[in-house]
């Protein structure tokens, strides 16, 4: 079993950021893929933390991502 989780996030310039399960998932909601990043979730916060605690967790790691351009 793999220690991480991936979901799939759209951050917003409001710094708001969304989830999908995959990318199907996220196109089905009108979103284009091509604009999604993948986020690792650790997977001991992906069964037993909040929703708002890995929304938390993905914006900090896109801000990381960012700041290191490798998003």
Known sequence: MADTTALYALRFPD???SL???EHYAQDRG???SRLVRVEIPREMF???TIQEI???VALQLELQ???GTA
Do not use: A, K, L
Request: charged letters at 20%.
């Open 15 to 17: 710094g708001s950021v």
């Open 20 to 22: 999908y399960v995959d």
């Open 31 to 33: 979103i284009d893929p």
């Open 47 to 49: 069964i037993t933390g």
């Open 55 to 57: 929304r938390e967790y």
């Open 66 to 68: 960012q700041q290191t």
